[in-house]
């Protein structure tokens, strides 16, 4: 699986802003980077077996907002993607204030694990942690604010930097420490990624906005733009009409 598409970088200018804008730039620039590698690599990501007999639980995600909100928004992501680092921490808080928190939209997180990315599998294994204790997104933002120093091929052990994290979000360290050595939630990301798979989402961020499937990233005006659509559609949806509420999913570019 690869990222189909990454932003392009602002244009440094003299301003007290600059350290964040260079800071931006880098990041796409990684993104691009690892990008091709992802292209080029066929690294195995790290997953525990589990017995092919036992069926896996639903694959449900984490929901940010109001679960019944009018435009009901999935993503797929991955932690160890660094073009899902640079959504999440540049995009992602326009939209959870402008979209989620005015009940526009809900967003669920889904887990899409791409195979070149060794340490992704942990990462979310450290968040489905966080969230038996009621804090999946705020380790979701410590993990894709933190991204540059557990990912990667470097970093052999990355439980460390996410023990740290947990910490940093006021987990119980002790209770989260075990549930991540026994990778208790190793279903429910299994899970995830075969729905991911029936999908077929080709890469990472992928989002289901409404009757679209985009897979590739966006500004908040583009988001904004899809999600404008869909409430239109919603509006204009009869209440009880099955068939549009289902509704048939087409890619967008």
Partial sequence: MVKKQAPSPPKPRSSPKAFYVILGAVAVIGAYFLYMQTRAGSGAASATTIDPNVPLPKA????????DAPVQVI???????????????????????????TGQISLRYMHYHIPSHPNTWAASQAAACANEQGKFWEMH????ESQDRWAGTA???????LKDLAERVALNVRQWETCFDTQKYQPQLLASQQD???????????????SKMIDHNMSYDQFKAYVDTALAAAKAAAPND???KKGTITRSK
């Fill in 141 to 144: 933002d410590a993990i894709y």
């Fill in 75 to 101: 993503e797929y992501a991955d932690f160890e993607c660094p073009v899902c680092a640079y959504f999440a921490t540049i995009t992602e808080p326009d939209i959870r204030k402008r979209l989620v928190e």
């Fill in 242 to 244: 099955s068939a549009a």
């Fill in 60 to 67: 449900e995600g984490y929901v940010l907002g109001n679960a």
């Fill in 196 to 210: 991911a798979e029936r999908r077929q989402v080709r890469g990472t961020p992928t989002f289901i906005i409404g």
């Fill in 155 to 161: 970093t052999r052990k990355p439980k460390g930097v």
